[in-house]
């Protein structure tokens, strides 16, 4: 630990000088006293003179004074009828669920009259645990979007919906009767109902098929289980049984297939106490530095093109010790990790995963191989109760293409998808599109394809709808309105379920409801033996959300009118009849030395290969209007409001770009694929493979609704990189140009300010270390005095606070902590915080209340000695010194997380400065921070160790320059909390602990004359927390899971508690599954004769 | 002595039976009375006493319709009985009203059927009151009175007026008898000129007024400013003329029965109208005649009730009312805070209401007036609810040597007046 140097980015490791200058300063930038006064004509001519101050100060006075005599009339309103359910000011939850045909998370949703205001996860599901990452907490957002349309359009221009109805009918009847195609393009369906919607459509106009297609796809997994074991399927996977986790560029905790899931598996493989010292180990060979490559235990940096190779490798290194033949291989730089991950995979057979994030069906079918040699199947991996979620078809997807193009198709209904933004460039969709006679769309706007639609017949945002989901075999849950819908009639036309839309088209009866209930009696309700009756069972399964049933070996999905799709799952039933061994013979026949040929033969043709990610806040795009997700910083680059190039230091070396002051100012590059060309700033990243540049998907949408037109686009559509390789999308790009455009642009990063000067806090230690001593890492800092060593939280400069009531504390496991960013969108959405845009962002002026640090650490070698030594011969500093470690180091850094909200000091050194006693402490422990009180000194800012202070520098909810904050709008501000105060200009805020969620759980006691129990009062971040990393409760109720954790842990510290401030938030030290480095051992060594 | 003691034997029986009497006449009394009462609480939702029908038929001329008293009471006691045991009249009935039922009275006491019925056949003739103060016009009245700081500065000036005047005449009066003396006339000096030689003459008086204004003007500015957005006695006029008089104080409706969100929630509620109609679908006319009944009218409108069909037939509209609490934004309060658990009377920060025709802000519900509270009011329920039962116990020691007054364990002393309690 002590001979760790951790720096949160290239300009603190190069000590630059703009670097040092801010790491003085509090505030980074100049403070712009002449703007903050005013629209800068004041400061026109030699700035404001001390007359014009006077008449300004006397007049605002005065017009304050004035403004303030005033009665305000507020007017009341109370319902006609009040609904039975609302009670005006106390919150209504429904369970409902999320999936839009990408993340799936069964929630519970907070209204307020009839409002939903807050999404949270919901326990009872199995799939998704109760996680929810950040696009799940910021949809709810989404749904007070004024970029939605409210009504439906023809050609461009709003219609009713009975003029389109009818004609839409029409054209559907006369294109049907001439045997015309007519095809539903939709992006995954999990929903029962909906599919038997379908086939109740498909009845009505028998020329209609079904094609799946997910803008991220992952039919190579899919098509590789079909080949080696007869199924079409996603399986589930089971991260927290697997001892030893082999992750080839899977980004399994942010994107891939089922994260939510993942992450919370994952974590519990990594719980460590001193009774249960053991946890996963984590291997990642991945390109781009992914939040899950920054977990990892071990990580090896690839190319692109050499991930198949990795995979080929290690099939043959496990094959070698478990006696199996191996296939054509190259080496790698990698090989040695990859040997030492095979032993280990072969020591924990059954108890351990290998997952692989390509497309490349070969490449799957490899990991497979590895994966049945490992006896992996049935254990940690589970073919049989398999995931339903992503059934995308690239295959059928292109056979769309080529016939819209060939002029076959003559209608195409597209839900939930914006294929034209997400397709690779090569398909030429749009031209495509527009060869279809009849184009309908249920798009909730008017986006990059929902524009070339004849009709615009948008559906309800998923808080307005029915639905219901079947995200795993055996696993459903539901989701309900939670608000009647917001565009309807009288005042528009209205909105309208697309299941419903389809239903009345096939003339049937348009009820979604019932018709839920309708396919729910047919297959559902048999698979269960609780409820005797299908009324009770469907209120409790509403009630509840998430249900599950045993299946057996029932159909699932009322797919009866596919007759090609039953006929599969007939060929499907018949294949499972037969015994395992027929499977091992299949088995044998996938020609995996092929498969291994064709991954080994993928070559980089340029100087550049590019692998395109996700980022954990845009995600695929399809909620790119939404403000709180573009101002979540990256986990990694911690830059909002933007993509960009990836590129490693190494490579941008010799190149003319900028490589400091990444988080303000990026040179920008011409990328080159297929003859598409975008400008893209480009981005120093540690760790990013060499050779290979990361961009992420997601960006670049220039109809996404209001946001463009505010604030520009944001970011570069990087979808037409994408290339269909052997029949499945390809997200990496194997020749790619890039070329200086000798220009710069500006970035808006939260990275390098509020640093932390170097200062140890964030505390790590190795599982070895761990078992032998659980204080590893964790010794506290020892203070010399006269009296000899003592710790410094013995001395105290005040008295102790007294111990009544409650004291509420707050424990985080950086164990446990992977990063996401979940947090911190929960916390926005549930304490109003102002978003503030690119520009602010940059003037490090962001408002989260909780900021994720990210560390890079370095680890000290014989190298490092020796380059301190050359270093201090030629007479330079530290900064030389530095300098010379970059090269081992920055190539692969290890990674941390640190959640850091106000720390609730008990001493706090805020609350000493305030002149006017604004903030001060509570008996409970907490912070508190009265807004109306402030006057804006931020004298307490500056004396924040952990500057988590916030202050308004503008009036985010008025100014005109912020239009595209949710306040200022009048349908986005009907998400705000009313229990939060929207606060205004000049007033400091920070994070207050969710005090109104601990006063309202307090109050909720006291009214049922009860103790508050320990987890009655759960905070916005905690209870988004995917991995369950934040702890939460009394510290002086003696059986609170907090205060045993608190009294027993050995891993417990508190941040900088050196300076005697003592913080109510405390930390477990990160432990790590990696061995010991040799300085660290020497040190041990060290550590032990001291001792 | 025992002549008295026999006197007073003797008197025993003849004061209990004037004891018994009196009994019997008082209960006699009540339920002759109770015979409006009764109908109020028990028909007047669906019935009225003319001829309109509300849920169910009116009730003029009833005496001429029913077969006779007696099949009134059993009607109204049991009328599902009477249907079934197939009487003519009963199944007529059922069947005018579309076969709805009416509620049974199975409690009711037979006394109490016949007082009932008593009212119900002749029901006493409505009085219309035409106190000017019950329906709400003293508070005008009073705006319209004569400004006491108009006549103040009527008399000041009348004062300097008459000073002035007589100024002129002493002046006049004094060259005049100068002119007799043969002495020189004196020429009128000016009142400034005057007032600065006596100013000049008198330093000391004057430094003491002079202190005297600046202290008078430095505390009414403070007053004035201190007052800014403290709206005690705030009064606004609401779209219906409300009386909270009539409503909690003379019929004594429970707070509750229309703030039924003050134990549930933050808010108390202004009642729904639907909660208004529970009552007013059978009470048409207010107390004060015309004024009443036109202000109820604005009920029905606001709930699309027409009175004469006794349906909801139009579309009904919210009432739009002003809000006559109000706190800022920055403050959070709970109700259900200080009712449910502080066992606070509503009348504590609300002042009477019942008496209150239009409701005024009786409190000036600033922040000082809030803490004084705090630190004055003993923690309801401290000592057994269970939720503080370790605080107080720990409260309890901490205090313990304290004079005994200022051992009570107030809200302040709990942390209640911290910032963070209600600032977020």
Known sequence: MGNTKYWKGLEELNNSPEFVQKANNEFAEQIPVEDFLGDGNLSKD??????????????????????????????????????????????NWYASTYFDGNDYAALLVKTREGRPIKVEGNDLSKVSMGGTNARIQASVLSLYDSSRITGPMANDAPATWSSVDKEIMNKLTSISAKGGAIRILSST????????????????????????????????????????????????????????????????????????????????????????????????????????????????????????????????????????????????????????????????????????????TNVQLIVNGINQMLENYGKTIDIENHSNLHQGDDAAFAELIN???????????????????????????????????????????????????????????????????????????????????????????????????????????????????????????????????FGEFWNNSLHDGAIEVSTGDEKLINDEADKEGSKKEEKKKDK???????????????????????????????????????????????????????????????????????????????????MERQDREASLVNVTVNGVTVKLPVVPQPGQAKGTVGIALGYGRFRAGKLSQQVGVVGQNVYPFIQMINGTMSYSVMDAKIEAANETTELAGTQVHHTMMGRAIVKETSLEDYKKDPMAGNHPEMMRTNSGQINPNTVDLWNEHEKLGHRWGMTIDLNSCIGCGSCVVSCTAEN?????????????????????????????????????????????????????????????????FQPIMCQHCNHAPCETVCPVLATNHSTEGLNAMAYNRCVGTRYCANNCPFKVRRFNWFNYNESPDFTFNPTQDDLGRMVLNPDVVVRSRGVMEKCSMCVQRVQAGKLEAKKAERKLKDGDIKLACAQACPTNAILFGDLNDEDSAISKLRRTDERNYFILEELGIKPTVSYLTKVRNCELEEAEKEEAKEEKEKA | MDTVCIKSQKQIPVIFSFLFLSIIFSINSVSAQDGAKLFKQNCAVCHSLGTNKITGPGLAGIASRVPSDDWLI???????????????????????????????????????????????????????????????????????????????????????????????????????????EGQEEI??????????????????????????????????????????????????????????????????????????????????????????????????????????????????????????????????????????????????????????????????????????????????????????????????????????????????????????????????????????????
Not at chain 1, 57 to 77: D, H, M, W
Not at chain 2, 130 to 140: L, P, Q, S, V
């Open chain 1, 189 to 360: 369906i999990i929903s029962p109902s909906t599919m038997a919607v379908i086939a109740d459509f498909t009845a009505k106009y028998p020329t209609t098929k079904l094609v799946t297609y997910d803008a991220v796809s992952y039919s190579g997994i899919i098509k590789a289980n079909e080949q080696t074991f007869g199924k079409a399927v996603i399986p589930s996977y089971n991260f927290d049984k697997a001892e030893i986790i082999v992750s080839i560029a899977a980004d399994f905790l942010a994107n891939w297939l089922s994260p939510i899931e993942y992450a919370r598996q994952y974590a519990m493989g990594r719980r460590v106490s001193k009774e249960h010292a053991r946890m996963s180990k984590h291997y990642h060979f991945e390109s781009n530095l992914s939040l899950t490559g920054a977990n990892a235990d071990e990580r090896g940096p690839v190319k692109v093109s050499e991930q198949g190779k990795v995979a080929v490798n290690l099939y043959n290194a496990v094959a070698k010790i478990v006696g199996g033949s191996p296939l054509s291989s190259s080496a790698l730089a990698c090989d040695a990790m990859i040997a030492k991950a095979a032993k280990e995979l072969t020591e924990n057979k059954g108890k351990s995963l290998v997952v692989c994030g390509s497309n490349d």
């Open chain 2, 74 to 180: 059993k009607w109204i006691k049991n009328n599902n009985a009477l249907i079934k045991s197939g009487d003519s009249y009963a199944t007529k009935i059922l069947a005018d009203n579309n076969g709805a039922q009416m509620t049974v009275f199975a409690d009711l006491k037979d006394e109490e059927l016949k007082a009932l019925v008593a009212y119900i056949k002749a029901p006493p003739v409505e009085v219309v009151v035409t106190k000017k103060d019950e329906n709400g016009a003293g508070g005008k009245e009073e705006e319209k009175g004569v400004n006491p700081l108009a006549i103040l500065i009527g008399v000041i000036a009348f004062l300097i007026i008459i000073v002035g005047v007589l100024r002129g005449v002493t002046h006049s009066l004094r060259n005049l008898q100068r002119e007799k």
């Open chain 1, 46 to 91: 030699n700035g404001t003179n001390r007359r014009d101050f006077l008449k300004c100060l006397g007049f605002s006075v005065t017009a304050a004074s004035l403004a303030a005599c005033e009665t305000p009339v507020n007017k009341a309103i109370p319902y006609v009828v009040r609904p039975d359910e609302i009670t005006p000011g106390v919150a």
């Open chain 1, 576 to 658: 499972k009849k037969e015994e395992k061994i027929k499977e091992e013979k299949e088995v044998a026949k996938v020609d995996l030395n092929a498969a291994a040929q064709k991954a080994n033969g993928m070559k980089g043709a340029g100087e550049f290969e590019i692998a395109l990610y996700e980022k954990i806040g845009i995600g695929t795009g399809n909620q790119a209007n939404n403000p709180w997700l573009q101002e979540l910083p990256d986990p990694i680059s911690k830059i909002t409001w933007d993509n960009y190039v990836t590129m490693s230091p190494a490579d941008m070396k010799g190149k003319y770009l900028l």
């Open chain 2, 187 to 424: 020429e009128q000096v000016g009142v400034w000129r005057e007032l600065k030689i006596w100013m000049g003459t008198h330093k000391r008086t004057v430094a003491v007024i002079a202190l005297f204004i600046l202290g008078g003007l430095l505390s009414a500015s403070w007053d004035g400013l201190m007052g800014i957005g403290v709206y005690e006695g705030y009064h606004p006029a609401q779209p219906i003329a409300f009386s909270h008089k009539i409503h909690a104080g003379d019929n004594a409706i429970n707070c509750q029965y229309c703030h039924s969100g003050v134990e549930k929630s933050k808010t108390a509620g202004i009642p729904t109208v639907n909660v208004c109609m529970n009552c007013h679908k059978g009470i048409s006319k207010g107390p004060s005649g015309e004024k009443g009944t036109a202000e109820i009218a604005k009920i029905y409108a606001a709930a699309g009730w027409d009175a004469d069909k006794g349906a909801y037939t139009k579309a009904p509209s919210p009432i739009i009312w002003t809000k006559v609490h109000n706190l800022p934004d920055f403050v959070f309060f709970s109700h259900q805070q200080h009712v449910k658990v502080g066992k606070q009377d509503c009348a504590n920060c609300h002042g009477d209401v019942k008496t209150m025709t239009t409701v005024k802000q009786d409190k000036p519900l600033t922040m000082s007036w809030c803490i004084d509270c705090h630190r004055k009011t003993e923690v309801p329920g401290i000592k057994d609810n269970p939720y503080y039962e370790s605080l107080h116990a720990k409260l309890k020691e901490k205090f313990k040597n304290l004079p005994k007054e200022e051992q009570v364990i107030t809200v302040a002393k709990m942390g209640g007046i911290e910032c963070g309690k209600c600032h977020y």
């Open chain 1, 832 to 896: 109003n915080v102002a978003v503030v845009g690119k520009k602010m962002v940059m003037n490090t002026r962001e408002m989260h209340w909780l900021r994720i640090d990210r560390y890079y650490s370095t680890e000290w070698s014989a190298e490092v000695s020796k380059a301190k030594e050359k270093a201090d011969e030629r007479g330079e500093g530290l900064v030389a010194m530095y300098l010379d470690m970059e090269n081992p180091s920055v190539e692969n850094p290890k990674v941390v």
């Open chain 1, 403 to 533: 016939d819209m193009t060939a002029g076959k198709v003559d209608a195409l209904i597209m839900y939930n998808t914006n294929p034209v933004y997400t397709a690779p460039s090569s398909s030429k969709l749009a031209d495509a599109i527009m060869k279809v006679g009849l184009r309908i769309s249920f798009s909730d706007r008017s986006d990059e394809t929902a524009r070339f639609a004849t009709y615009i017949c948008p559906d309800h945002h998923y808080l307005e709808s029915w639905n219901d989901f079947n995200p795993k075999k055996g696993q459903y849950s539901l989701s309900q309105p939670t608000i009647t819908p917001l565009f309807a009639q009288p005042r528009n036309e209205g909105t309208r379920q697309a299941q419903e839309s389809l239903l009345l088209w096939a003339g049937l009866p348009t009820d979604y409801h019932s018709y839920i209930q309708k396919v729910w009696t047919a297959s559902v309700f048999p698979m269960q033996g609780k409820y005797m009756m």
